[in-house]
């Protein structure tokens, strides 16, 4: 009897090969599509304020900042409020969820990923240029968030998307495409993968720590077009599928966006500091002493800054995986930032 784990392998390889790139919409589960439509509208008040990058513009809706209630510790110092604060540790809740749902039920093209990361050599390094191309492009928000990609991924041996395509795609709100790139950032990348002796052997310097290799794998990613977010996504996702024994230490914020990027806002607004070493200071405390791995701050404190709108209609991002914050997680941050009785739990009605 053929295993499971070899038949999704067979899949993914004829997946890939001459009929193209298998489908996302296809080979996603009828769980994600179910969990898609049964996510929840946060609901919360909303002013609007805007950021830039990936050559386009991020609408945030920032969240309106409540009143102080009493509520304060020293792991954010810059928070007065318990709503707040429950509102952080929702967001990062849900994306630690989504990293273990890509783990064990990826949707989309992220199955075909998972397939090829368990074949050989050449396998893992098609699985590799298939996540860099995700990132790339970026889930969209809403009910086909690979639509985009679905159209545009390629193997690596195949011609790259014509210009007219490459120029009417679609990008999600974390991707770094630009409709007037061309293919100019993904030939950078795969010049650099052949100069490299392979993309994994390229990523994976850096010596034996992980927190490392992330380093300077991110730094080996600062390729023409390439942004913070799509060169953080995709090396966090091949963590994800056991490609490179990465971890990130540090969110590696961009600083020449600092006062645009959302993200960037939101950790500075946390932690009560705009340099970067007490930052980092701060923000290494705060995961250590809520046991969460920094893969899941990057979209959580993004999404935690974010509110309903264009770019998250749901009031934050899924990026492709919907997924629901694990309740006990959620608890246990509780616990651990002293909101068990802090505050009114109620948010308060859209106005």
């Not at 909303?46 to 009493?70: C, F, L």
């Not at 050599?121 to 679905?150: K, V």
Request: hydrophobic share 40%; aromatic share 6%; charged share 25%.
């Amino acid at each position: 009897m053929v295993c499971a784990k070899e038949q999704r392998r067979k899949a993914a390889r004829s997946a890939v090969g001459k009929g193209g790139i298998i489908s996302a919409r296809s080979a996603g589960s009828a769980r994600g599509a179910s969990r898609s439509a049964a996510s929840s509208v946060r609901k919360t008040k909303v002013t609007t304020a805007t950021g830039s990058g990936s050559g386009r513009t991020m609408r945030v809706k920032r969240a309106t900042r409540h009143a102080g209630d009493g509520w304060s510790h020293e792991l954010l110092p810059g928070l007065r409020s318990s709503l707040e604060a429950r509102g952080l540790i929702t967001e990062i809740a849900r994306a630690h969820a989504r990293l273990g749902r890509l783990q064990t039920d990826p949707p989309g093209p992220y199955a075909t990923v998972r397939a090829l990361a368990a074949g050989d050599e050449q396998d893992r390094e098609q699985a590799t240029w298939l996540l860099f191309q995700i990132a790339y492009y970026g889930p969209l928000e809403g009910s086909e968030p690979f639509a985009t990609i679905d159209e545009l991924l390629v193997r690596w041996d195949d011609p790259l998307p014509d210009a007219a395509a490459l120029e009417a795609a679609k990008v999600g709100p974390r991707g770094a495409h630009a409709a007037d790139r061309g293919t100019t950032t993904l030939r950078a990348y795969r010049e650099w993968a052949t100069k490299a002796g392979g993309q994994l052997q390229g990523l994976g310097t850096g010596g034996p720590d992980p927190a490392r290799r992330f380093d300077a794998a991110f730094r080996a990613l600062a390729l023409p077009g390439l942004n913070r977010d799509a060169r953080f996504e995709f090396l966090v996702t091949l963590g994800c599928f056991a490609l490179l024994d990465v971890a990130p230490w540090s969110l590696l914020l961009d600083a020449s966006r600092s006062g645009r990027d959302p993200l960037s806002v939101a950790a500075k607004r946390a932690f009560l500091t705009g340099d970067a070493v007490l930052l980092q200071r701060r923000f290494g405390a705060f995961v250590r002493a809520l046991g969460v791995p920094v893969a899941a701050c990057d979209l959580g404190f993004l999404n935690w800054e974010l509110g309903p709108g264009p770019t998250a209609p749901r009031g934050y991002l899924e990026a492709g995986v919907p997924v629901d914050p694990d309740p006990a997680e959620v608890a246990r941050f509780t616990t651990a930032l002293g909101l068990e009785t802090a505050g009114d739990a109620t948010e308060p009605d859209d106005e």
